[in-house]
């Protein structure tokens, strides 16, 4: 098979699939290495197919162009064995987090794309954390970290907001 025809069934795959595919899936489907299917990923988007990474793999960026979604940004501090509660929290509540940001003093922002909705997805992301004992980015500034967050409308955002204030996962400078 040639890439441009294994780049379309990828494409094919992702737009049928709810859940993200892993580099690693794609590459056993197709017989490849995953270094090829990362490079069938990048073609896809350099020619304009809106596809996400997420820790889970690759996703297609189309819930927004068909549903209509109220999204901010929220600024968190908290220490890595709040993580859960915090994700918890916002997930419980209707929301949806879309990402990490960090503000580093030698590279600038650095994020993360998490997208993360469900109950499912926070196990998935906890369980990678503990198995791989990687460093969240949180640690690299203190436990400041923003956050872009999905949800239905202002009010549920502002319930988000109130609720990680009160668990003192809210950031607010006092000074």
Do not use: W
Not at 55 to 73: A, H, I, M, P, W
Not at 82 to 91: A, F, G, H
Request: aromatic content about 6%; overall charge negative; glycine content about 6%.
């Amino acid at each position: 098979m040639v890439g441009e025809e294994r780049r379309a069934q990828i494409y094919t795959l992702l737009m049928a699939s709810k859940h993200a595919l892993s580099a690693t899936s794609l590459a056993e489907k197709f017989g490849v290495s995953r270094q090829i299917i990362v490079g069938d990923i990048a073609l896809l988007r350099a020619s304009g197919k809106e596809i996400m990474a997420t820790s889970r793999g690759y996703r297609l960026n189309n819930d927004v162009q068909t549903e209509k979604y109220f999204e901010r940004k929220i600024v968190c501090q908290h220490t890595q064995e709040q993580t859960k509660q915090e994700l918890q929290l916002i997930v419980d509540l209707g929301g949806e987090i879309l990402d990490v940001t960090v503000e580093h003093p030698l590279y600038g922002e650095i994020s993360g794309g998490l997208h993360i909705k469900t109950d499912s997805d926070i196990q998935n992301f906890m369980k990678t954390y503990i198995n791989t004992k990687a460093s969240l980015l949180l640690t690299l500034t203190n436990g400041i970290h923003l956050h872009t967050i999905r949800c239905k409308d202002l009010e549920v955002f502002e319930q988000i907001k109130k609720e990680l204030l009160a668990a003192s996962i809210l950031y607010h400078n006092e000074s």
